[in-house]
Protein backbone atom coordinates (compact mmCIF):
# COMPACT_ATOMS: atom_id res chain seq x y z
CA UNK A 1 0.00 0.00 0.00
CA UNK A 2 1.38 2.87 -0.88
CA UNK A 3 1.42 6.26 1.58
CA UNK A 4 0.64 9.61 -0.28
CA UNK A 5 1.90 13.22 1.29
CA UNK A 6 -0.68 15.83 1.18
CA UNK A 7 -0.21 19.37 1.40
CA UNK A 8 -0.41 19.27 5.16
CA UNK A 9 2.48 17.23 5.52
CA UNK A 10 -0.13 14.40 6.78
CA UNK A 11 0.74 10.95 5.02
CA UNK A 12 -2.26 9.49 3.32
CA UNK A 13 -2.84 5.60 1.94
CA UNK A 14 -5.28 6.92 -1.24
CA UNK A 15 -3.99 9.35 -3.96
CA UNK A 16 -5.41 12.87 -4.05
CA UNK A 17 -5.98 14.30 -7.46
CA UNK A 18 -6.29 18.03 -7.34
CA UNK A 19 -8.83 19.64 -9.55
CA UNK A 20 -9.91 23.08 -9.52
CA UNK A 21 -8.79 23.54 -5.44
CA UNK A 22 -11.00 20.83 -4.68
CA UNK A 23 -9.18 17.60 -3.30
CA UNK A 24 -10.88 14.11 -4.49
CA UNK A 25 -9.35 10.53 -3.34
CA UNK A 26 -8.98 7.94 -5.28
CA UNK A 27 -9.87 4.17 -3.87
CA UNK A 28 -7.36 1.30 -4.41
CA UNK A 29 -8.11 -0.77 -6.70
CA UNK A 30 -7.04 -4.16 -6.53
CA UNK A 31 -6.35 -5.64 -9.99
CA UNK A 32 -6.67 -9.46 -10.69
CA UNK A 33 -4.39 -11.32 -13.36
CA UNK A 34 -5.93 -12.60 -16.35
CA UNK A 35 -6.12 -15.89 -15.09
CA UNK A 36 -7.90 -15.10 -11.85
CA UNK A 37 -10.54 -12.76 -13.71
CA UNK A 38 -11.48 -15.53 -16.27
CA UNK A 39 -11.50 -18.22 -12.89
CA UNK A 40 -13.84 -16.01 -11.35
CA UNK A 41 -16.00 -15.71 -14.19
CA UNK A 42 -15.80 -18.99 -14.76
CA UNK A 43 -16.92 -20.23 -11.33
CA UNK A 44 -15.92 -23.55 -9.97
CA UNK A 45 -20.09 -24.66 -10.68
CA UNK A 46 -21.64 -24.17 -13.42
CA UNK A 47 -24.30 -21.63 -13.74
CA UNK A 48 -27.69 -22.87 -12.03
CA UNK A 49 -31.33 -21.95 -13.36
CA UNK A 50 -32.49 -19.34 -11.18
CA UNK A 51 -35.48 -22.33 -10.38
CA UNK A 52 -32.95 -24.98 -9.59
CA UNK A 53 -31.25 -23.10 -7.24
CA UNK A 54 -34.60 -22.02 -5.52
CA UNK A 55 -35.99 -26.01 -5.60
CA UNK A 56 -32.68 -26.87 -3.70
CA UNK A 57 -33.96 -24.09 -1.20
CA UNK A 58 -37.08 -25.54 -0.73
CA UNK A 59 -36.10 -28.90 -0.78
CA UNK A 60 -33.79 -28.26 2.27
CA UNK A 61 -36.48 -26.31 4.52
CA UNK A 62 -38.76 -29.05 3.53
CA UNK A 63 -36.34 -31.65 5.50
CA UNK A 64 -35.83 -29.19 7.98
CA UNK A 65 -39.60 -28.44 8.41
CA UNK A 66 -39.57 -32.67 8.78
CA UNK A 67 -36.97 -32.98 11.30
CA UNK A 68 -38.27 -30.13 13.30
CA UNK A 69 -41.83 -31.89 13.21
CA UNK A 70 -40.45 -35.30 14.53
CA UNK A 71 -38.43 -33.33 17.42
CA UNK A 72 -41.82 -31.63 18.28
CA UNK A 73 -43.78 -35.03 18.65
CA UNK A 74 -40.89 -37.12 19.94
CA UNK A 75 -40.89 -34.30 22.76
CA UNK A 76 -44.60 -34.02 23.06
CA UNK A 77 -44.59 -37.69 23.05
CA UNK A 78 -42.13 -37.81 25.84
CA UNK A 79 -43.72 -34.89 28.30
CA UNK A 80 -47.09 -37.70 27.83
CA UNK A 81 -45.77 -40.05 28.90
CA UNK A 82 -43.87 -38.15 31.80
CA UNK A 83 -47.03 -37.11 33.67
CA UNK A 84 -49.03 -40.43 33.72
CA UNK A 85 -51.95 -38.97 36.13
CA UNK A 86 -52.22 -38.50 39.71
CA UNK A 87 -49.94 -41.13 40.78
CA UNK A 88 -47.08 -39.10 39.49
CA UNK A 89 -48.26 -35.86 40.37
CA UNK A 90 -48.74 -36.70 44.27
CA UNK A 91 -44.66 -38.49 43.92
CA UNK A 92 -43.77 -35.38 42.55
CA UNK A 93 -45.25 -32.84 45.43
CA UNK A 94 -43.88 -35.02 47.49
CA UNK A 95 -40.36 -34.18 46.07
CA UNK A 96 -40.85 -30.54 45.99
CA UNK A 97 -41.93 -30.67 49.43
CA UNK A 98 -38.81 -32.48 50.29
CA UNK A 99 -36.69 -30.48 48.40
CA UNK A 100 -38.46 -27.12 50.30
CA UNK A 101 -38.11 -28.72 53.78
CA UNK A 102 -33.75 -29.62 52.76
CA UNK A 103 -32.92 -25.99 51.64
CA UNK A 104 -34.77 -24.40 55.00
CA UNK A 105 -32.80 -26.91 56.95
CA UNK A 106 -29.56 -25.61 55.00
CA UNK A 107 -30.26 -22.23 55.07
CA UNK A 108 -30.51 -22.59 59.06
CA UNK A 109 -27.43 -24.22 59.61
CA UNK A 110 -25.25 -21.78 57.46
CA UNK A 111 -26.94 -19.09 59.98
CA UNK A 112 -26.30 -20.99 63.00
CA UNK A 113 -22.61 -21.19 61.92
CA UNK A 114 -22.37 -17.59 61.03
CA UNK A 115 -23.58 -16.67 64.26
CA UNK A 116 -21.86 -19.31 66.63
CA UNK A 117 -18.33 -17.81 64.36
CA UNK A 118 -19.46 -14.27 65.04
CA UNK A 119 -19.63 -15.23 68.80
CA UNK A 120 -16.47 -16.86 68.54
CA UNK A 121 -17.51 -20.18 69.38
CA UNK A 122 -16.08 -21.75 66.75
Known sequence: MRLYKEESGVCSTLPVLHFTGREFYMAEITKLSVGQAIDKLRGT?????????LDEKIDMLDEETQRLRAMRRRIER??????TGPDAQKANARHVTKLKISGIIIGIVIVIAILAWMWGLL
Open 78 to 83: DQRAGS
Open 45 to 53: DPPKAKMAR
